[in-house]
């Protein structure tokens, strides 16, 4: 049996203040890492989101004429790839963290759940410039700021706790399947059609849409939706508790915690093997 | 793991830095087949993965008392550096108990764990912080970090176009710029050169006088000689010999000599 077993350190390595510390030093240094070296640099982060968006309104709005719904669809379509793209990116990202940085874990003691953290909130940094982007066409748009979009912060702090959750089980799981990198890169794009990101929520039968209510992604998508985008039309959009009933929204949320807190416990349950077996 | 102070059987010094390793054993389970694809699952879901148990480390003990430089040694694949790491906390043995009062600094696998493709200076800031130095230590420890592995020149490259001389001598200044009370070194010296075999011997000295404790695993036993207050060599996962450096070395060169040793010989107990 394994006794206990004391450590002592200095106070520093273990306060949540050094913690954050090395979370600052690493996300910095891996966010110029995949920008440097490329002529574009930060472009990149925006080329992406925007040229998928590009395609898909060509198709999607003008084509099977989605775009007659509502004048702001293409706003609407905007920000569910810009979500889903921080979601994709920072679950794929936070998947490989603990194998691709191998070599740290089988040299240095700390506590491992900040490397693919940090892999989530480098995803968080592009998602950010992503945003401003966003803010400049909804700017453009001739949308006014309002107070109630200080909302939005608990919104997206929700989806950066489901994300974080949905990488901690992923990582757990790549260091002994690898598998789970193919599952999950089908995985992504099989949710990224089942949420309403090009369709609007209300094309699918009510069964279909409540279920997709469950996956938190689509509550803070159409939450978001509505608050910068249809305040004035509502019943335009629909968000949780018209799906799922008046207190509809508290069922993703708690998905969430869910999520997080399994993954957290998975995580921890096995931390103590992944320096021998990534 | 509980943090906090050890209370070890003979409440070892808060101060210096001590090392209590107690019969710990370390197993690793390495699967015969590595089935890590969905399809073997699928295929073979009742057949459970045959593992070959490979015993790192069996029953071993021993102390370091604070300030004291302590050797380790033994052939390829006798567990030393599976020693460390348990010691390190990197690996969780299987049995036993190791307690450590003090700060570790670890010096593992020829280096601190650098990222290829990151800078020098960014793999400084990175590991230094990991290895517990705060922005003010990091500002004021950056400069003889660089000075010590002599890579003024070479700051903005990136650590891939580095030799293994380089990383090394980067990853030992890194090592030692950490307030430690205690140092795990393993094989710090294998790629260094001249130049740098010199300095780390003066950091030994320095060391020494300061009275930090350093573990040191190495195959130059000459190192051992000149500097261990005590030495253990490993084989096979066992302790084989605990003492003074010059016995210890002496049985090493006897089991040397000795082609198939059996495990059943007498162990070597010097008194500590």
């Known amino acids: 049996m394994v006794e206990a077993t004391g450590f002592l350190r200095a106070p520093r390595t273990r306060g949540i203040r050094h913690r954050l510390r090395i979370l600052q030093v690493i996300v910095l240094a891996e966010f110029k890492l995949k920008y440097a070296g490329s002529a574009l640099g930060y472009v990149w982060s925006v080329v992406k989101p925007l040229s998928l968006f590009t395609v898909l309104y060509l198709v999607f709005g003008r084509i099977f004429k989605l775009g007659d719904i509502s004048e702001f669809y293409g706003l609407a379509l905007l920000i569910g790839i810009v979500l889903f793209s921080f979601f994709s990116d920072a679950t794929n990202q936070g998947m490989v963290a603990l194998v691709h940085r191998e070599s740290l874990l089988r040299r240095l003691r700390f506590p491992r759940i900040i490397i693919p953290t940090a892999a989530t909130l480098t995803a968080a940094m592009t998602f950010g410039i992503n945003l401003l982007v966003v803010a400049g066409f909804v700017a453009w748009q001739g949308i006014v700021p309002r107070l109630d979009w200080l909302l939005l912060v608990p919104l997206l702090l929700e989806l950066y706790l489901f994300t974080l959750g949905t990488a901690l089980i992923l990582t757990t799981l790549f260091v002994s399947l690898r598998d789970i990198g193919q599952v999950w890169e089908l995985g992504a794009q099989l949710l990224f059609y089942a949420s309403p990101v090009i369709y609007p929520v209300t094309y699918l039968p009510p069964w279909a849409r409540d279920l997709a209510f469950l996956f938190p992604f689509t509550q803070v998508l159409q939450d978001v939706r509505a608050l910068v985008l249809y305040e004035d039309n509502s019943g335009i959009t629909v968000t949780a508790p018209e799906a799922l009933g008046q207190f509809g929204r508290l069922l993703p949320i708690a998905i969430t915690l869910v999520v997080f807190t399994f993954g957290l416990a998975l995580f921890k349950r096995y931390e103590p093997w992944f320096a021998e077996r990534t | 793991m509980s943090p906090g102070l050890p209370s070890g059987p003979d409440n070892l010094t808060p101060c210096g830095g001590a090392i209590d390793v107690d019969r710990v054993s370390k197993t690793f389970r390495l699967p015969h087949e590595r089935r890590t694809t969905l399809k073997e699952y699928f295929l073979h879901p009742l057949r459970r993965t045959h593992y070959e148990e490979q015993r790192a480390l069996q029953d071993v003990s021993f102390r370091v008392e604070p300030g004291e430089f302590f050797g380790i040694m033994g052939p390829n694949g006798s567990g030393k550096s599976t020693l460390l790491k348990v010691t390190a906390g990197i690996y969780r043995h299987d049995t036993g108990t190791v307690r450590v009062s003090g700060l570790l600094s670890p010096f593992i696998e020829l280096g601190v764990g650098f990222n290829p493709e990151l800078t020098a200076r960014d793999n400084i800031r990175i590991n230094g912080t990991l290895l517990g130095l705060d922005r003010r230590q990091l500002g004021a420890r950056y400069d003889e970090i660089v000075a010590f592995s002599e890579l003024e020149r070479f700051v903005d490259q990136k650590l891939k176009n580095f030799s293994s001389g380089m990383q090394v001598r980067l990853a030992y200044a890194i090592a030692i710029q950490v307030d430690f009370d205690i140092l795990l070194l393993d094989e710090v010296l294998a790629v260094g050169d001249e130049s740098f075999q010199q300095k780390c011997s003066e950091t030994f000295t320095r060391f020494r006088k300061d009275g930090k404790t ?31 450096p010059g016995d210890v070395i002496a049985r090493y060169h006897a089991q040397l000599a000795r082609p198939a040793a059996g495990s059943d010989a007498p162990v070597i107990k010097a008194a500590s």
């Open chain 2, 214 to 244: 350093i573990v040191l695993v190495t195959h130059n036993l000459a190192l051992i000689e000149q500097f261990a207050d005590r030495a253990l060599l490993l084989l096979d996962g066992h302790v084989q010999a605990l003492g003074a």
